[in-house]
Antibody, heavy 121, light 108 residues
Framework: QVTLKESGPVLVKPTETLTLTCTVSGFSLSKPRMGVSWIRQSPGKALEWLAHIFSNDEKSYSTSLKRRLTISKDTSKSQVVLIMTNLDPVDTATYYC?????????????WGKGTTVTVCS | SSELTQDPAVSVALGQTVRITCQGDSLRSYYASWYQQKPGQAPILVIYGENNRPSGIPDRFSGSSPGNTASLTITGAQAEDEADYYCNSRDSSGNHLIFGGGTKLTVL
């Protein structure tokens, strides 16, 4: 059974750096044409894709957030880490990680339950 | 264009058929995937590719994608289908993913 679980701080202060970890099980981060995406959802708003990383270490970032994001993976630990710098209250959201499959078109077939992050001084 | 456009809200009578659409230039090159999200829950994948359903998704859900419009059709909508639905695809550059703004489906 494939599962993903997000972890990270619940509360972050403005200007601080957020580090989120996605721990996966049931599949390997080295499996070809698979990877992990990060998506967030601000309260009452739509889903927003942030970044993804594939097994071959190919990475992609949201154009609007690229300067603030870094994604990496540790295959031996089955973890994908997303770092977001210079947090602002507008970054308050539920952050999800999901397994992404590359079939030329992409789709995210298994999602974690999400972790809620509040940015507040 | 780097946008996917969805109608904000759609309603359907119980047992009837409803189509939820998603428009964007990138859909001429890439298939959309569709996600269902109920309040307080994570999204789940309901349709991907040309018209593929993950295991466990009822066959009343189907997809199509002519031209620049992708559609999610629910044939015989049930009360449990009431949810927000999001389309997602690669953008025109092929390098990034984008989500539509979501459609809130109400089953009357």
């Amino acid at each position: 059974q494939v599962t993903l679980k997000e972890s990270g701080p619940v509360l972050v202060k403005p200007t601080e750096t957020l580090t989120l970890t996605c721990t996966v099980s049931g599949f390997s981060l080295s499996k070809p044409r698979m990877g992990v995406s990060w998506i967030r959802q601000s309260p009452g708003k739509a889903l927003e894709w942030l970044a993804h990383i594939f097994s071959n270490d190919e990475k992609s970032y949201s154009t609007s957030l690229k300067r603030r994001l870094t994604i990496s993976k540790d295959t031996s630990k089955s973890q994908v880490v997303l770092i977001m710098t210079n947090l602002d209250p507008v970054d308050t959201a539920t952050y999800y990680c999901a397994r992404i499959v590359d079939a030329y078109y992409y789709f995210m077939d298994v999602w974690g339950k999400g972790t809620t992050v509040t940015v507040c001084s | 264009s780097s946008e996917l456009t969805q109608d904000p809200a759609v309603s359907v009578a119980l047992g009837q058929t409803v189509r939820i659409t998603c428009q964007g230039d990138s859909l001429r090159s890439y298939y959309a995937s569709w996600y269902q999200q109920k309040p307080g829950q994570a999204p789940i994948l309901v349709i991907y590719g040309e018209n593929n359903r993950p295991s466990g998704i009822p066959d009343r859900f189907s997809g199509s994608s002519p031209g620049n419009t992708a559609s999610l059709t629910i044939t015989g909508a049930q009360a449990e289908d009431e949810a927000d639905y999001y389309c997602n695809s690669r953008d025109s550059s092929g390098n990034h993913l984008i989500f539509g703004g979501g459609t809130k489906l109400t089953v009357l």
